[in-house]
C-alpha cells in the first residue's frame, strides 16, 4: 500500500506547505494507525506491559509536527517513510530507557528487537496467502511452527524487507525511503529474501 502516493496526502501536503495548520495536523493524523502498528508489532511482551504503543506515537507525533516544516521546505523521501523514521527513533528510545542494562550492549547492535511472537506469525501468514500457490496454502499453513522458525532463521535485512512489505504494507518506493535504498535494490532484495525463505523451508514447497 503506497500510501505517500495518494492523492490525500498529496493534497495535505500541498495545504501543508502554503501554511494552513489544520492540514499539517490531518496529515500527521492520517498516519496514526498504520505508526501504531509499526510499533506495536516490534514491542516485546515485557516492555509492553510498561510502555503503551500510543504513547510512543504520540511523542513522535509531537516531534514530528515541530519538524513538520523543515521537511516541507525540503522533502528528501516520502512523507511515510520520513514520519516511519521519527517514530522508530523513539521506539529505539523507549528500548534504550526500559530494557535492562544486560541488554544494552546489544542494542548498540541492534538498537530495537524484531517482530514479537505474534507478529512472526503474522508475518508468515502474510507471505503465505501473497507469495504462494493457491494449491499449496493449505500445506504451509499446516506448517505455521515451521514458516516462523525459517523466517527467525533469516539474517535481519532479509526478514525486514519481507516486514515492510508484508505486514506494514508499504510500497516500492516507500521501502526505499525506509531501508535508504534504490527501488530497485528494494525489489531485489525482496526476491532475494523469498528465495532463502523458500530454501529454508525445504523441498516441502514445491513449486512455490
Do not use: C
Request: net charge neutral; charged share 30%; aromatic share 4%.
Amino acid at each position: 500500500m503506497d500510501t505517500s502516493g495518494g492523492s490525500e496526502t498529496e493534497s495535505l501536503l500541498r495545504r501543508a506547505a502554503n501554511g494552513e495548520p489544520s492540514a499539517r495536523a490531518d496529515l500527521l493524523e492520517r498516519y496514526r494507525p498504520q505508526l501504531q502498528r509499526m510499533v506495536s508489532m516490534r514491542l516485546d511482551k515485557r516492555v509492553a506491559a510498561r510502555v503503551d504503543p500510543s504513547d510512543i506515537v504520540q511523542e513522535a507525533m509531537k516531534d514530528a509536527f515541530q519538524r513538520l516544516p523543515e521537511y516541507l521546505a525540503d522533502p528528501q523521501i516520502p512523507f511515510y517513510p520520513w514520519l516511519r523514521r521519527i517514530a522508530w527513533d523513539r521506539l529505539v528510545d523507549m528500548y534504550r530507557t526500559h530494557v535492562t542494562a544486560e541488554r544494552r550492549s546489544v542494542l548498540r547492535e541492534h538498537p530495537a528487537p524484531s517482530l514479537n511472537e505474534e507478529s512472526v506469525a503474522e508475518l508468515a501468514h502474510s507471505i503465505v496467502t501473497s507469495s504462494v500457490n493457491p494449491g499449496r496454502r493449505a500445506m504451509l499453513a499446516e506448517m505455521q511452527d515451521r514458516t516462523k522458525a525459517a523466517l527467525l532463521q533469516l539474517k535481519p535485512h532479509d526478514r525486514e524487507v519481507l516486514v515492510l512489505r508484508y505486514l506494514e504494507q508499504l510500497g516500492v518506493e516507500e521501502i526505499a525511503g525506509v531501508l535508504g535504498i534504490s527501488q530497485t535494490a528494494v525489489t531485489s532484495r525482496h526476491l532475494r529474501a523469498l528465495q532463502r525463505l523458500r530454501r529454508l523451508l525445504g523441498d516441502d514447497l514445491g513449486g512455490w
